[in-house]
């Protein structure tokens, strides 16, 4: 059999994915195989994904829905528990290394069944209800951000490596501050892979308030849902700003290294890719979050001086239009927000987080795999 392989879990959305991603690419630089097991929301990743090879498992949320909806999630993380436990015997990894969701609960489970080394990493700074429930069945826990709250006996388990970013994001980190020669405000606004409503309900009503010597400055890109798109870009239109609009930038970490002013949700991976880019943002955390995972993300960025944090209910057009206004006045607010984001962010946090992989994978398994 080839050489036994680091086995990483991460659950199909882009913000469980990436950091697995960008970990894969350090383990692999040092000539480390790696190879992922995910659910099948992932296969769409599979020829990006730098693995030797994916295996999917049944994996489901039992948070919301029915009792009955409850019990059948259960018996699908159940599922996949088992067809963990066989890929696992078959694969005999060096350690599972879990991103969050609950399709890494399956994987991780099997692991610590089998004796298999353990590492869990949580890219938010309050841990989710997937990795609490794991967080005392693993070897280590690897934090992005100092995590609050975290119980007196999981203390000694917790390092914080920052969260692991991709090459795209670490070149694009290599970008100076963009300066202000032709005299233009460039503004980039993200609610996610998806887009956010909100922010389609309330950047275009702000900056279409603005005095137009100022709209006249501006260069807009916008994440959009594709329902928002014919209303946002007809404000725009009416307001004579200059404005790209997409339901989804693939170059999303080359546009913040553009951008002057980025605003945004508060995920894990956008706050560390501000902080590492280096861009002042305004920041408005999804409000319905049952951990306000974002809310803490975005204060840990705050407290830096590079972000300003808005809650949702607070931000309103009349709020935001005065901000974007006083940079527009003195863009020298923004020079400085952007040195104070660069200074806390951590470009090696996937070399971090690879030393304590292989630190682990070294320790002899409990039971053999």
């Given amino acids: 059999m080839s050489e036994r392989p680091i086995l990483l879990a991460a659950g199909g959305t882009g913000g469980h994915l990436f950091p697995a991603e960008a970990l894969a690419h350090a383990l692999q630089a040092r000539g480390v195989p790696v190879e992922l097991v995910t659910d099948e929301r992932a296969l769409r990743y599979g020829g990006e994904f730098p693995a030797r090879a994916m295996h999917t498992i049944a994996a489901a949320t039992p948070r919301g829905g029915s009792l009955v909806d409850k019990a059948k999630a259960i018996a699908r993380l159940g599922l996949g528990t088992l067809q963990a436990l066989r890929h696992l015997r078959r694969l005999r990894p060096r350690a599972v290394v879990g991103f969050g969701g609950y399709p890494s609960v399956p994987p991780l489970t099997a692991a610590a069944l089998l004796g298999v080394p353990t590492v869990l990493h949580e890219a938010n700074a309050v841990m989710g209800r997937a990795n609490a429930f794991l967080a005392p069945r693993v070897d280590r826990i690897a934090a992005g951000f100092p995590l609050a709250g975290a119980a007196a006996n999981m203390k000694d388990k917790i390092v914080v490596t920052g969260n692991p970013l991709r090459p795209n994001v670490l070149a694009a980190a290599r970008e100076p501050y963009p300066d202000f020669a032709d005299g233009k405000l460039r503004i980039l606004v993200t609610g996610g892979s998806q887009g956010a409503r909100v922010m389609a309900d309330i950047v275009p009503a702000a900056l279409e308030s603005l005095p137009e010597d100022v709209r006249e400055r501006i260069a807009l890109a916008q994440q959009t849902r594709e329902e928002d798109l014919a209303?946002?870009?007809?404000?725009?239109?009416?307001?004579?700003?200059?404005?790209?609009?997409?339901?989804?930038?693939?170059?999303?970490?080359?546009?913040?290294?553009?951008?002057?002013?980025?605003?945004?949700?508060?995920?894990?991976?956008?706050?560390?890719?501000?902080?590492?880019?280096?861009?002042?943002?305004?920041?408005?955390?999804?409000?319905?979050?049952?951990?306000?995972?974002q809310a803490a993300n975005a204060a840990e960025l705050a407290k830096s001086g590079s972000a300003e944090v808005f809650r949702q209910t607070d931000f309103t057009p009349e709020a935001l239009a005065a901000r974007i206004a006083a940079f527009a006045a003195d863009p020298s607010l923004l020079i400085e927000r952007a040195r104070a984001a660069k200074s806390v962010g951590v470009a090696d946090a996937a070399e971090r987080l690879a030393d304590v992989v292989l630190g682990i994978a070294s320790t002899p398994e409990r039971r053999p795999a």
Avoid: K, W
């Fill in 231 to 293: 209303r946002v870009a007809t404000i725009y239109a009416r307001a004579g700003i200059i404005a790209e609009i997409a339901p989804f930038f693939a170059d999303l970490p080359q546009r913040i290294a553009n951008a002057h002013l980025v605003i945004a949700r508060a995920g894990a991976s956008t706050v560390s890719e501000l902080a590492v880019i280096g861009r002042p943002s305004i920041l408005v955390p999804l409000p319905h979050a049952l951990d306000q995972d």
